[in-house]
C-alpha cells in the first residue's frame, strides 16, 4: 500500500517550457488536491478535485491545469511555467472517516523554473 | 472570508520548556480543525483533530470558539518535536484550508 506517490520528485524548467506533475493514490479516496508549498506562504491549494469527473480551483489556480483521468489519479500541468511557480509541491487524497476529512500526502515535487 | 492565521513564522523553546503554537480561524459555521505536521525530510501528516479531542505525542489543541482559536500545546518540549507545524480548516465538505505553518526550533 504505497499510499500518495507524486512524479517526478525534481525537475528544473526554463521559462516558458510546460509539464505535467503526476499523482496517484492506492486508498480508493475520492478527494484529491494539489498544493504548493513556498517559505512563509505555507500551503496553498491549488486545484482539487472532490470526487471523480469534477475538479474547482483553490485558492492560487493561475497558471495550472487539472486533469482527474480517474479515482487514482490526478495531474497538474503547467502550460507555460514561469519562475514564480518555482515551488514544492504536494499531491494529496482524503475521504470522510468518523465525519471529518483527514488528508493523506505525497512526497512532494521540487519544482524549480529558471 | 475563511482564514486559518498563524502568527508566529518561527517559534524556538528550550527542551522542558512549555510549547504553544497559535492558531486563528475565521469561519462562519462550526469549524473542523486539525493541526499537521512535516518532520524534516518527511511528509506532511496529521498530528490531531479537534473532533478527537485526543493527546498525541503528547501534544493537545483545544477549540476556543469565544475567541476562534485552536492553540497546540505541549507542556515540556522535546527535542524530537522539532518541525513544521500547520493548522488546517475543513471550510466545505472536502476542502481544507491550511495557514502558513510555523517552525519550531527545539533547543537543547
Known amino acids: 500500500n504505497a499510499g500518495v506517490t507524486q512524479t517526478p520528485k525534481f525537475q528544473v524548467l526554463k521559462t516558458g517550457q510546460s509539464m505535467t506533475l503526476q499523482c496517484a493514490q492506492d486508498?480508493?479516496?475520492?478527494?484529491m488536491y494539489w498544493y504548493r508549498q513556498d517559505p512563509g506562504m505555507g500551503l496553498r491549494l491549488i486545484y482539487y478535485?472532490?470526487?471523480?469527473?469534477?475538479?474547482d480551483k483553490g485558492e492560487v489556480p493561475n497558471g495550472y491545469n487539472v486533469s482527474r483521468l480517474n479515482k487514482r489519479e490526478f495531474s497538474l500541468r503547467l502550460e507555460s511555467a514561469a519562475p514564480s511557480q518555482t515551488s514544492v509541491y504536494f499531491c494529496?487524497?482524503?475521504?470522510?472517516?468518523?465525519?471529518?476529512?483527514?488528508?493523506?500526502f505525497g512526497p512532494g515535487t521540487r519544482l524549480t523554473v529558471l | 472570508a475563511q482564514r486559518v492565521t498563524q502568527p508566529e513564522k518561527l517559534l524556538s523553546v528550550f527542551k522542558g520548556a512549555p510549547v504553544e503554537l497559535k492558531c486563528n480561524y475565521s469561519?462562519?459555521?462550526?469549524?473542523?480543525l486539525f493541526w499537521y505536521v512535516q518532520y524534516s525530510r518527511q511528509r506532511l501528516q496529521l498530528l490531531l483533530r479537534?473532533?478527537s479531542r485526543e493527546s498525541i505525542k503528547g501534544f493537545t489543541a483545544d477549540l476556543n470558539k469565544g475567541e476562534t482559536s485552536f492553540h497546540l500545546k505541549k507542556p515540556f518540549a522535546q527535542e524530537e518535536d522539532s518541525a513544521m507545524y500547520y493548522c488546517?480548516?475543513?471550510?466545505?465538505?472536502?476542502?481544507?484550508?491550511f495557514g502558513s505553518g510555523t517552525r519550531l526550533s527545539i533547543r537543547p
Open positions: 494529496a487524497s482524503s475521504e470522510p472517516r468518523g465525519g471529518t476529512y483527514t488528508q493523506y
Open positions: 486508498m480508493n479516496h475520492n478527494s
Open positions: 478535485s472532490a470526487s471523480e469527473g469534477t475538479t
Open positions: 469561519y462562519s459555521g462550526s469549524p473542523e
Open positions: 479537534h473532533i
Open positions: 488546517a480548516l475543513n471550510s466545505s465538505a472536502s476542502k481544507i484550508i
